[in-house]
C-alpha cells in the first residue's frame, strides 16, 4: 500500500511512532504543505492508496 503524509509542521513523538510503523509495512512518501505545489500535492494524492494528513 502506498501512504502520503502530508505535514503542515513536524511530527511529534506519537506521530513519529505511527510513521516509523507504517514505514515498515508500506511504501511511504512524506512531504511539507508548505513546500509543495498544488500540482505536486494533486499528484501525490491521486498515486497513493491513504493520504494522511498531519
Request: zero cysteines; glycine letters at 2%.
Amino acid at each position: 500500500m502506498k501512504i502520503a503524509y502530508i505535514l503542515k509542521k513536524d511530527l511529534d513523538e506519537t506521530g513519529k511512532r505511527i510513521f516509523e510503523k507504517h514505514k515498515a509495512a508500506n511504501e511511504v512518501t512524506s512531504v511539507m504543505l508548505n513546500e509543495t505545489s498544488a500540482d505536486e500535492l494533486l499528484d501525490l494524492i491521486e498515486s497513493h492508496d491513504r493520504v494522511i494528513m498531519w
